[in-house]
């Protein structure tokens, strides 16, 4: 089987464009607003910094940590912490646990704009 | 051909091992080169390809713990989908760029489609990009891990 032909190059051109696309969207957030999602569902609304512990069934699973400007998640109640190692976010970042069903987020809007 | 599938299941299921102990530059992710071996069989042989995929995904799982962990979960329906697009490459007469690259994105799109499903929320798909990059610089170094099994396999056959 050859190492390279001639139309593999279709394929980097269509992921070149699947990249440059998503890179071109506009979004707006707001940096002082942290919005938890357990599964699906809006479950805490954070403004203020402080630490604040997230439940699911009666459990706790996570807590989260905002500053004012940044989030992360301590002492996440998951087998690989992976949520922990993301670290601090600021707006436009997000935290995501799959284990715990858990999307923390920045509040805002995602407009798509192509701006050329 | 039995003996050899085992054979090329235990390689993969090596490499899946070893480098899930290979620090990798992202929180989450792994670096995948246990799919050059998929890709290899996938040039020539389908049904092979799916049995390395599921092979190497579930014995590289009990091994390092993750055994029917949503993580697990993600990574064997992500495994499975590139072997199928990769042979559907191959029949359409692309190369080992051509079907590593499309084996990476779709195995990538797959795991974040399952992954959408556990959260139950659709957030996730802002990883992709991320994804899609760093999967594409794997699915490189993939194409002559593959290209190097051939001479081997000449050899065991």
Known sequence: ?116 | MVALLGIMIAVSSSIYIVESFIPFPLPVGRWGFSNSVVLFFASFDFKGSLIIAAGKSLIGSLFTGRFMTPGFVMGFVGALGAAVVEWVMFRFKFGYFGASIAGSAVNNVLQMLVGAYFIKSGYIFSLLPLFLAVGSISAIGNVYLAKSYERFWREMK
């Open chain 1, 1 to 116: 089987m050859d190492i390279f032909r001639k139309r593999d190059v279709f394929v980097f051109i269509i992921i070149a464009i699947v990249l440059l696309a998503w890179g071109f969207r506009s979004k707006s957030y707001s940096p002082g607003k942290v919005v938890v999602f357990v599964e699906g569902k809006v479950v805490m609304t954070i403004t203020r910094p402080g630490e604040y512990p997230v439940f699911r069934n009666g459990r706790r699973i996570t807590t989260v940590v905002f500053d004012g400007k940044r989030v992360r998640v301590v002492n996440s109640q998951c087998p690989l912490k992976i949520c922990e190692k993301m670290g601090w976010v600021g707006p436009g970042g997000e935290i995501i646990c799959v284990p715990n069903k858990l999307v923390v987020k920045f509040e805002g809007s995602t407009t798509d704009v192509l701006t050329w």
